[in-house]
């Protein structure tokens, strides 16, 4: 008898396989883009769609982050984040100052002092930048290190115009800063003088006497 002709074993439960287990998959290949070159053939297996939204939002940020920082001119660098801390570090020691004197020998102390004139750049560069650019060097306003000066003839005179403005208005008056914080921006602003930082603006005023401290001895 051959094995085709076998019996079947009587009474005997076969198992049942689960919904579509043991069955091949309706297209048992691979499947293929039908793009072939020199032989070889191209899968389509696409990358997982997370991944590719990930890649499409990855390019959208670094550009948006490129105009971004470019356009900040460079406050979001380590060295400006450097910088904010000292200043804020020099805030909290703020209180040991107690009232200043805006006279010319105040003035000149803290335009020397290494870390209150880092604080004055702070307040600098948080209010004043917009009409004299980040360095002082100008742009709708005059530049501030050079030695010539449209409304100054004295050192402390760099704090009235802080405190009055000029021109109706076109220099603003900042009674909103402290009387401590217009002393320290006008001592930093008396440290630029002699740096001749390039500007979009010509030399503006006269040139005046170097700095000077009536109460230095002689």
Not at 99 to 119: E, V
Not at 145 to 172: C, E, W
Request: net charge negative; hydrophobic share 35%; with cysteine.
């Amino acid at each position: 008898m051959s094995k085709a002709e076998l019996p079947l074993p009587i009474n005997v439960d076969y198992p049942v396989p689960a919904h579509g287990a043991g069955h091949a998959p309706e297209s048992a290949g691979p499947r293929l883009t039908g793009h072939a070159y020199d032989g070889i053939e191209e899968y389509d297996n696409p990358t997982p769609g997370w991944w590719t939204w990930v890649f499409i939002l990855s390019i959208l940020f670094s550009v948006i982050y490129f105009f971004f920082v470019t356009m900040a001119d460079g406050q979001l660098s380590p060295q400006e984040a450097y910088r904010k801390d000292v200043a804020a570090d020099t805030e909290r020691m703020f209180a040991l100052l107690g009232d200043l004197k805006p006279d010319a020998t105040t003035i000149l102390k803290y335009s020397r002092d290494t870390g209150w004139n880092q604080y004055g750049e702070g307040v600098f560069k948080a209010n004043c930048t917009a009409c004299h650019g980040p360095d002082g060097q100008g742009l709708s306003g005059p530049n501030l290190t050079d030695s010539q000066y449209l409304h100054v003839k004295k050192v402390d005179d760099i704090f009235d115009v802080v405190t009055k403005g000029r021109n109706n208005g076109a220099m603003p008056p900042w009674p909103k800063l402290s009387a401590n914080d217009r002393i320290l921006v006008a001592a930093y602003v008396a440290s630029l003088r002699g740096k001749n930082l390039p500007g979009p603006r010509p030399a503006e005023g006269v040139v005046i006497p170097p700095w000077s401290d009536p109460e230095a001895p002689k």
